[in-house]
Structures are given as structure tokens and as C-alpha cells.
């Protein structure tokens, strides 16, 4: 009775934040016992219901005893323009709150900055210089998200080193239930609880409101899952740990990433916000002339597939990277990487308009490299002795090719930055001005994961490195993308989910490319590696049984759906030389846009992205669907409406089905103008693909859609 006495009387003081149109609303309030909360509204209907904020720490906490020192209001209304993207201005428009607490009984502060826009909430904790908080660290966020009832969600389960699940739709309170069963993929795993997931989570109410949990700016400290108390429905948020189970070692002054909750009565608002991106620092790269779209062919899924290695020969005992000697090594013959089959892509490449080639398995180190706790397993320039480096270096320029360096940390983030600069000098000296790395297995040193706050700062070490380097970066397996893409454009692209590779090994769920939109893309672009003409692998490799679940017409929707500056034609260029007019749509679609329009939408269902090219002008719109398939009903209102069109529609024929006839596609054309209404049927697991020119007089010919 006294302790409660004495707390003081903070119940009383109430802030509240409106979004500038109104319609997102945010109160904060200390509630007894001097801890902070917030609630979010969305139209008058509850979104986030009372939420705790807060730390603990090591040795204390910083979640009680705050009064509220001061409260500052801003105003916010801007565009700026990304180096590339889904629209060549983005606007930022919202109020910001910044509430300083002080804590009584320490005489510490923490501001809580809050950014309410119209189509959602970002907040962060801020530390200022203080006497009495200098270094401290987090072993624990207490941030909760309270939801208001038993939300459909589409989730993967929280893991500490992978985000290469399949998604799972499911009532909130089924999470528990259904998460071992979600475990689907054979890579560490290191998940934490029963009922964690990871972010950016999609959910829906019942009453149809969308509502999306993500993180912006992740820089210095750990990822964030979300850990659900389903008897309450509160997500609260859990930080990866370090070896030792603590979290984030701060210094004051500092910040931590926002928390982001996006929110919409309509699902394609959650694909327009730029939340995230609005959310992020403004580039930080004075001269970005050397940023640039890239559009890629690669020695790689003949690899996925097992066709072909990475490794040079069988021989583990002559090869050790010790040595550096592979000269007693007998080749086992079914290496990629020859001087030979990169010639061959190459040559691809340069017919077909393609910037880049990727080559992965160049480099010694493959024989020893997976599942391996030896910390030094490769090097970045030593080539395996039937790659002539040099040679194909000359080949590809004097074709007008790029090629994409291939980097497999073999999640040994020490060896790599040990050999950072030596091996980005190598690229530049050798014409590459693009990698693409990777952190497959566990972390060396051991104890250490994918998302904690040491490999935060080091996926940021190396992409910082190689702006000063001048070198485009497409980490795989890294943390989730946060939007850091706006402030250094040179990430021009990440994995960080279940990506194409999974439909050459094991198969993916048939609706994938319909969530990741509202997942995985929320933080930033996707290497997701989609062009697969051929579902069968067992006709690449006959030992591999797999089927690739989808049609031809939904990797073509892919291309416009899943915008990235970075977009690979995955497929064997003998794949797409037996369907060489539907890869005519891979060949034309653009990557980077001046303007994009969300014009159907359903988490799960079908997306139907329009977008408009930089530069060209050109428009392109992109369907894919889900489990079932899905009717399009849509007008041509993007258009210019002074012009004449033609559309190219690469669609699933009629009697097209992703498990036994995904190749059925047919492709016509058709006359069409502003006014023009379009319908299209996609089949499950489906899609459709579409290229607008302006019509000439020889196009008359061609049916006019009204
Ligand atoms: C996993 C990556 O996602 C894949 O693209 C790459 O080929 C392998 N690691 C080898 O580095
Ligand atoms: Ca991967």
C-alpha cells in the first residue's frame, strides 16, 4: 500500500495526435505508475488498442516512474525523389509528436517520437545526452501492439536466422497451433517461441481493416519479431538476441528503428504507403550516377536445380582454401561456373538486351563451405582454375555485358570484412560494379544469428563499403529490408524471404507472390529471381522431382507486381528459347517507374499492379492470383487519355492449370484507350502480364476494347 501511495499521480496527463486528413488518430498517456501507453484509431475504429512502450535494461528499466517533461508538435508536407523505385516522387506528409519522459525516480529521459500519416503510425524511442544515461543496454523491448480481436494474419514464424518460409494464413489465435507445422524449409532455424512471427505481418479484421506491423530504419540494433499473447491478442516486441541473450548496446545519444503500423479499409493502400520509406534518413550518397537498374540473366539455377555445382571438384582433401591450391584436384565435371557455359550466357545476355550476367561457384571455397564452422572458408579473388576470370571479363565488355559479382559469406561475417576491401577493389579493377553476397548456415562465430545487432551493423558495414567503392549490393539471406534503400540506394536489392530458389528445391505455396507484396516488400525490393518457363525440373535435372508452382503468365505478372531495380530472367537460357514470345515480356518490362497504380489487391488473393516506366513512359500492368483464380474487372483509366494503345496481353489460356498445364499461355492484342474496360481471367497459382504501345495506323486490324 505505501509503494502505491507514493507512485505518483500520472494518470491524468493525455495527448492526442491526428493524422493531417483526420483519419488516423493517437493517444498517448502515462497510466498509473508513470508507464507509458499509446492506442490508434483508424476512421473511428479502433486499430491498436492501450499499448505498452518501454525498455528494459540489464540493470533497470525504462517503462515506469515517467512523467511527462514536454511535448513538442510538428508539421510535415514534402516530396522527394528516389534514385529509382515505384514512383519518381514520393510524398511525405504527417504530424509528428515528440513526447520527453523523465523518469522520477532516475532522472533519465526517453522521447517518444510519434508520425502519424493517413495511411498510418511510426514511432521511435529517442535517448538525448543525459548525465545519468550514457552506455546502456536493452535486454528487452517492451513495445506492445494490442490487437482489437482475432485478425486473420499471414505469417512465418519468428526466427532468428531465416525468413525462407512459406506464409501461413490463419486466425491470430490459430498461430500457436499451426506454427511447428509451418516450419518448411530445411536451413538452421532457430525459431523462439510458439507463438512468434516475423515482420512486415499482414493482418485483416473483420470488419475489413488492413492493418500491417513492420519496422523502418533498422540501423544499430536488432531485428524485431513479434511475440503473440493470445490470450490477450498482444503482439509485443521481442529483439534478437546476442550470444549472451542481451539485445542492443546503446550509447546516448541514440535512436532505435521506427515501428511502424500501416493501416487501410482498402488492401492496395498498404501496397501504396511509402511509410517505410518516409521513414528512413534521405540518401546519403552525394553523386548517385553510378546507381542503375540492372535487368539479369545468371549461372545459377542450373545450380539450384542440381544440375550443375558450385564446387569444382569432389576431392575435398587436395582442395583447402589454406593453400589456395586446387593443381591435384580432379574436377568432378559438373561444375557452372566453366569459361565455357558463362561464354554461353553471356552470348544470351547480349542477344537479348539483357544488362548482366550473374555467375555464382567462380571462386574457390565451394567444396568446404556449408554447414562448416571453420570461420575462413572462402576468398573473393581466386578463381577456380576453369574460370578464366580475365578472359571472360574481355568477352562480356566487348559484348556490352556486365557481370554480377558473387559473394557467399558462408555466413562468416568476419572473414568477409576482413577481405572486404581487397575484394571490392578486385571488382572494380575487373569492370564489376554489382555483388550479390550471401550468409547461408549459421553465423560464425557460433552463438550469433542472422538478425542480431552485431549482423545488423555489419550487412550495413558492407553496404556502406561499397557505396564508397561505388558497388550496387543484393544481400541474400541478410535481415529484412526496412527501407534503408532510400539512404543507401546502392541496396538495390535483398532476399530476406522465400524466394524463387524454393520452387527448384521443394516448391513454394501456389498464393506466395500474392503475400510477400504485403510482407517482405513493405521494407524494400525483392531479389526474388522469378522467369521460370519450365515447372517440371526433373527436365533440368532429371534426379530433382520438384514442380515449380506456378504458370508461365504469373512470372510474367511478377515482373510488374514485385517492382525491383534489380529483376533476374531465372530460367536456362534453353528454357526460354522454347517460348521465346511470351520472354518477349521479360525483355521489355521496365524497372524502375515513374508512377505505379495498386489497381486490385487481396493479401492471398490477387494483386494487379499498373506502372508506368521512367524515362519511356511506357505502361505495363501485372496480375498475379492466388490458391483460386481470380476474374479481373479493371479499366484502362491510367492511360493517357489523348492516345490510342496497344495492349499485348500475356495471359493463362483458358484450359492453363499450375500443376498439370502451367505452359498454356496465349498472347494477344487488342486496341484500347483510357476508356477501355479490361476482363481476364487468371487461373490459381496464375497471372497475367500486359505491355502498352502507342498504336500505329497498321493496328486498325485489332479489336478496340470499349
Ligand atoms: C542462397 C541464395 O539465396 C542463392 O541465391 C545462392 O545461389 C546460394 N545461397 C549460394 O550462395
Ligand atoms: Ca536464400
Redesign the pocket.
Known amino acids: 500500500m505505501a509503494l502505491i501511495a507514493s507512485l505518483p499521480a500520472f494518470g491524468v496527463r493525455a495527448e492526442e495526435l491526428l493524422s493531417p486528413s483526420g483519419n488516423m488518430k493517437l493517444d498517448f498517456r502515462l497510466v498509473e505508475g508513470g508507464t507509458p501507453v499509446y492506442s490508434l484509431s483508424y476512421k473511428g475504429e479502433p486499430v491498436i488498442a492501450e499499448s505498452r512502450l518501454g525498455f528494459r535494461l540489464d540493470n533497470s528499466g525504462l517503462f515506469d516512474w515517467f512523467e511527462i517533461a514536454d511535448v513538442e508538435r510538428s508539421e510535415y508536407d514534402g516530396t522527394w525523389s528516389p534514385v529509382w523505385g515505384e514512383e519518381a516522387e514520393i510524398r511525405d506528409c504527417h504530424n509528428e509528436m515528440a513526447v520527453t519522459l523523465r523518469q522520477t525516480s532516475s532522472d533519465r529521459r526517453m522521447i517518444v517520437r510519434f508520425r502519424l500519416f493517413d495511411d498510418g503510425l511510426g514511432f521511435r524511442y529517442e535517448f538525448p545526452a543525459q548525465d545519468n544515461l550514457v552506455y546502456f543496454l536493452i535486454t528487452e523491448e517492451l513495445t506492445e501492439f494490442a490487437m482489437t480481436g482475432d485478425h486473420i494474419a499471414w505469417w512465418i514464424p519468428g526466427d532468428y536466422d531465416t525468413q525462407e518460409y512459406d506464409y501461413t494464413e490463419s486466425r491470430l489465435s490459430e498461430i500457436r497451433g499451426l506454427l511447428k507445422g509451418a516450419v518448411s524449409n530445411n536451413l538452421s532455424q532457430s525459431i523462439f517461441s510458439e507463438t512468434g512471427v516475423q515482420t512486415a505481418l499482414q493482418m485483416k479484421t473483420d470488419s475489413g481493416l488492413y492493418i500491417n506491423l513492420h519496422e523502418a530504419a533498422l540501423v544499430n540494433f536488432p531485428a524485431m519479431h513479434l511475440e503473440l499473447d493470445d490470450s490477450t491478442l498482444t503482439f509485443k516486441a521481442h529483439l534478437t538476441p546476442d550470444p549472451n541473450g542481451d539485445c542492443a548496446y546503446m550509447q546516448t545519444e541514440c535512436v532505435t528503428p521506427w515501428r511502424t503500423v500501416i493501416v487501410s479499409d482498402d488492401a492496395r493502400d498498404i501496397l501504396a504507403s511509402r511509410i517505410t520509406l518516409n521513414l528512413n534518413e534521405p540518401c546519403k550518397i552525394d553523386d548517385t550516377s553510378w546507381i542503375h537498374p540492372c535487368k539479369y540473366v545468371g549461372v ?1 539455377w542450373e ?2 536445380t542440381g544440375k550443375s555445382a ?1 564446387s569444382y571438384t569432389d576431392d575435398l582433401k587436395s582442395v583447402h582454401i589454406d593453400t589456395d591450391d586446387l593443381s591435384e584436384a580432379k574436377p568432378h565435371g559438373r561444375h557452372g561456373a566453366t569459361t565455357e557455359n558463362v561464354k554461353k550466357y553471356i552470348d544470351f545476355a547480349a542477344e537479348h538486351g539483357f544488362d548482366a550476367v550473374l555467375v ?1 561457384g567462380w571462386n574457390i571455397g565451394w567444396e568446404d563451405w556449408f554447414g562448416n564452422m571453420k570461420e575462413r572458408v572462402f576468398d573473393f579473388v581466386t578463381p577456380y582454375p576453369d574460370f578464366d576470370l580475365e578472359g571472360i571479363m574481355d568477352y562480356a565488355s566487348s559484348k556490352g555485358v556486365k557481370l554480377i559479382m ?1 559473394h ?1 559469406t558462408s555466413s562468416s561475417p568476419r572473414n568477409y570484412e576482413r577481405q572486404l576491401d581487397t575484394a571490392y577493389k578486385f571488382m572494380k579493377e575487373h569492370g564489376y560494379d554489382a555483388v550479390k553476397s ?1 550468409y ?1 548456415g549459421n553465423i560464425i562465430p557460433k552463438g550469433n544469428n542472422h538478425y542480431n545487432q552485431w549482423m545488423v551493423n555489419h550487412y550495413q558495414y558492407a553496404l556502406e563499403k561499397a557505396a564508397d567503392y561505388r558497388i550496387m549490393v543484393n544481400a ?2 541478410a535481415v529484412r529490408p526496412t527501407g534503408l534503400c532510400r539512404t543507401w540506394p546502392n541496396l538495390i536489392g535483398n ?1 530476406s524471404a522465400r ?1 524463387t ?1 524454393y520452387q527448384g528445391t521443394n516448391g513454394s505455396k501456389p498464393f506466395h507472390v500474392t503475400v510477400l507484396p504485403f510482407t517482405r516488400l513493405i521494407g524494400g525490393p525483392m531479389d526474388y ?1 522469378p522467369g521460370i518457363f519450365e515447372m517440371d525440373i526433373s527436365k533440368i535435372n532429371p534426379g530433382n522431382s520438384t514442380h515449380a508452382n506456378f504458370t508461365i503468365a504469373n512470372q510474367l505478372g511478377v515482373y510488374v507486381v514485385m517492382s525491383s531495380p534489380l529483376q533476374m530472367a531465372a530460367d536456362i537460357p534453353e528454357n526460354y528459347e522454347r517460348f521465346m514470345d511470351a520472354f518477349q515480356f521479360i525483355k521489355d518490362v521496365a524497372l524502375d517507374w515513374e508512377e505505379s497504380r495498386y489497381i486490385e489487391a487481396e493479401p492471398g488473393r490477387y494483386v494487379t499492379v499498373a506502372r508506368k516506366a521512367k524515362g519511356t513512359g511506357q505502361w505495363f500492368v501485372g496480375n498475379v492470383t492466388g490458391s483460386e483464380e481470380h476474374v479481373s474487372e479493371i479499366k484502362f483509366d491510367f492511360l493517357d487519355p489523348d492516345k490510342t494503345y496497344v495492349a499485348t496481353v500475356y495471359a493463362d489460356a483458358p484450359d492453363a492449370d499450375y500443376l498439370t498445364n502451367p505452359q498454356a499461355y496465349t498472347i494477344s492484342e487488342y486496341r484500347c484507350t483510357s476508356k477501355s474496360s479490361f476482363r481476364q481471367k487468371a487461373v490459381a497459382a496464375g497471372g497475367y502480364a500486359i505491355s502498352f504501345r502507342e498504336a500505329e495506323p497498321g493496328d486498325r486490324k485489332l479489336k478496340m476494347l470499349k
Open positions: 545459377w545450380m539450384i558450385w555464382e558473387h557467399e550471401g547461408v541474400h539471406e532476399e524466394g530458389e529471381t
